[in-house]
């Protein structure tokens, strides 16, 4: 080996980066004085690109391969000229690798409510939560732009920036949608793709691009989601009458053995059935729809913490002959604000008195 093929020997090197985080962006290479040798080799391995920069400037990029750097693939690298500079390059570049695959989970949201115009709930207010990809397109322009002298530059050191253009960009995006919030949630997948189309072109402006945005939560106001399961519970209740008459039967056991008795229980269900009742109406009234059926006939009685009936006149008397039906058994029919002792009740007093008295001695 000759003493020149001895010095060459001494500049050779290994140019490379193994990336053993996930949130590495751009890393420098590091070399004593930013000195490249000649014929050192360049590794870039797959999903990475090298930026040389010499002087400040970006000289060249490569993708992944492995080279050998001299003045055929590098112009600014020339040969040794004399001993004055001994074991080292006069060239003082700089390596920067960039990783090209995709950085996923990036969380965004909107730095405040967002205000639509909403055909049923009228203006409300929408918070929209989400997370999206990303990736290095042109490590050129994303170190000129964005990167400049970092060193090590991550996700975390762009994440609020990019975080901030998504979520300042859905405010435009929502109300221009025109969709009813009440359909937002099952909306997010389109939501998602309108706001990559709308953004990407500014994440190009980085060098980066935009792969993917996805909507993965609407927040509404708590009064609108109220409505919205009021709403949903009047339709799956259907006949609100029905379902009060049922409650109420169902709250008699319960109310029987509190403080208060029956009378309490009893007071209860008749508002429990005077409400139904007028909201029956005003819902058939607004609705156009039929009026309510005219109600049953007959008294409902409250017999051993139960409500039974109804019953008409003839079943009273024989239950009043019975000794079932007495003047302090509570009863309640339609018009009636509460339950009532049937002995108050004008017209059940007067069977009390058409009904005669048991036979003495039985």
């Not at 990029?61 to 500079?85: A, C, D, E, H, S």
């Not at 221009?176 to 009440?182: K, L, N, R, Y």
């Not at 709403?231 to 009060?244: E, F, Q, V």
Request: hydrophobic residues 40%.
């Amino acid at each position: 080996m000759g003493f020149f093929d001895k010095v060459r020997g001494e500049f050779v090197d290994i140019i490379e980066w193994i990336d053993d985080t996930n949130n590495t962006l751009v890393h420098r290479f590091d070399r004593y004085g930013n000195e490249i040798k000649y014929e050192a080799q360049l590794v870039v391995r797959e999903a990475q690109q090298a930026v040389f920069i010499n002087e400040g400037q970006i000289a060249d990029v490569f993708k992944p391969g492995r080279y050998v750097l001299n003045t055929k693939n590098l112009p600014i690298l020339t040969t040794l000229q004399g001993w004055k500079y001994g074991f080292h390059s006069p060239f003082k570049c700089e390596v920067y690798f960039c990783s090209t695959r995709q950085f996923t989970s990036l969380k965004w949201g909107t730095p405040g409510p967002v205000t639509m115009r909403d055909k049923e709930f009228g203006p409300v207010r929408v918070t929209a939560f989400g997370i999206y990809s990303m990736k290095v397109k042109d490590p050129a322009v994303f170190i000129r732009e964005i990167v400049g002298t970092d060193g090590n530059f991550t996700t975390e050191s762009i994440e609020d920036n990019l975080r901030g253009k998504i979520g300042l960009r859905i405010k435009e995006v929502l109300p221009e949608t025109g969709i009813p919030v009440i359909e937002l949630e099952s909306k997010v997948v389109m939501l998602g793709q309108t706001l990559k189309d709308r953004i990407a072109s500014g994440f190009e402006g980085f060098g980066l691009e935009l792969t993917e945005v996805q909507v993965q939560d609407i927040g509404l106001p708590e009064e609108v989601e109220r409505a919205i399961d009021k709403s949903g519970a009047m339709k799956a209740i259907g006949d609100l009458r029905a379902y009060t008459q049922y409650e109420t039967a169902e709250s008699i056991p319960t109310a029987a053995a509190n403080p208060g008795g029956m009378a309490a229980a009893g007071v209860g269900m008749g508002m429990g059935f005077g409400m139904a009742n007028q909201m029956s109406q005003a819902m058939a009234g607004q609705q156009g729809q039929a009026q309510t059926p005219p109600p049953l006939p007959g008294y409902y009685l409250a017999i051993g913490g139960q409500q039974t009936g109804p019953f008409v006149t003839d079943v009273l008397k024989q239950k009043i002959t019975s000794g079932e039906l007495k003047r302090d058994t509570l009863v309640w029919k339609t018009g009636m604000e509460q339950w009532t002792a049937a002995g108050q009740v004008a017209e059940l007093a007067e069977l009390f008195k058409e009904v005669p008295p048991p036979i003495p001695g039985k």
